[in-house]
């Protein structure tokens, strides 16, 4: 079956330290996202990407980093410049054309040690 | 910017009652608009959609038209289950920049 595939499902940060998120898909979708969502409130883009080796910030892309050297994967680093990375972490994909709706994956919940 | 405003939550009600969550849009364009649920835990998953004006969208007795004239695309249940407690969140397409979010909605059914 076709989808998206978070990893890890939790995962903590120590003071200081660089994490990364996996969101690898085999919809064949070009474009991919991701959100941060934090307790009781919507998603916030982070980042997204229409196409290979292009990216484009979103809202709230300070403290973030991502690559994207293949179409079914789409890594979120969260840098040490994040000084409040606590949050739950959504990558979702589509295809191009903006009346198609976006796939997620089951996210990753993010913590500080 | 498009933005999308979603009723307050938390809602709570009691199983077989009747369902509405407001949404309402602010858009230049013709956006497509969704319905999306959240279940503990989990991401995401398309619950319904709309594509253009009066279109209704529904899946699993939920219901929701995109009324342009209102900009509002409210979504509703006749009688509503303890598996339907979620968060529900409204949104809008804004390609390129992916899905604009209303701030999501709890609900809880008690039996």
């Known amino acids: 079956d076709g989808g998206i595939t978070q990893s890890p499902k939790y995962l903590f940060r120590k003071e200081g330290q660089n994490v990364t998120l996996s969101c690898e898909q085999n919809l064949n979708h070009d474009a991919m996202y991701w959100y941060r969502q934090d307790p009781g409130q919507g998603l916030r883009l982070i980042y997204y990407?229409?196409?290979?080796?292009?990216?484009q910030k979103g809202d709230i892309a300070e403290g973030y980093s991502v690559s994207r050297e293949k179409k079914e994967s789409f890594p979120l680093t969260v840098t040490s410049a994040q000084k409040n990375p606590t949050a739950f972490y959504l990558c979702a994909s589509t295809v191009i054309g903006s009346r198609q709706p976006q796939h997620f994956g089951d996210g990753t919940r993010l913590s500080i040690l | 910017g498009d933005s999308v405003t979603q009723m307050e939550g938390p809602v709570t009600l009691s199983e077989e009652a009747f369902l509405t969550i407001n949404c309402t849009y602010t858009a230049t364009g013709y956006p497509s608009l969704f319905w999306y649920v959240q279940y503990p835990g989990e991401g995401l998953q398309l619950l319904l959609k709309a594509t253009k004006a009066d279109d209704k969208g529904s899946n699993k007795g939920f219901e929701a038209t995109y009324r342009k004239e209102t900009t509002s695309f409210h979504l509703e249940k006749g009688s509503v289950q303890v598996s339907d407690s979620a968060v529900y969140f409204c949104?809008?397409?804004?390609?390129?920049?992916?899905?604009?979010f209303g701030q999501g909605t709890r609900l809880t059914i008690n039996p």
């Open positions: 949104a809008l397409s804004d390609a390129p920049l992916g899905l604009v």
């Open positions: 990407s229409q196409i290979v080796n292009d990216f």
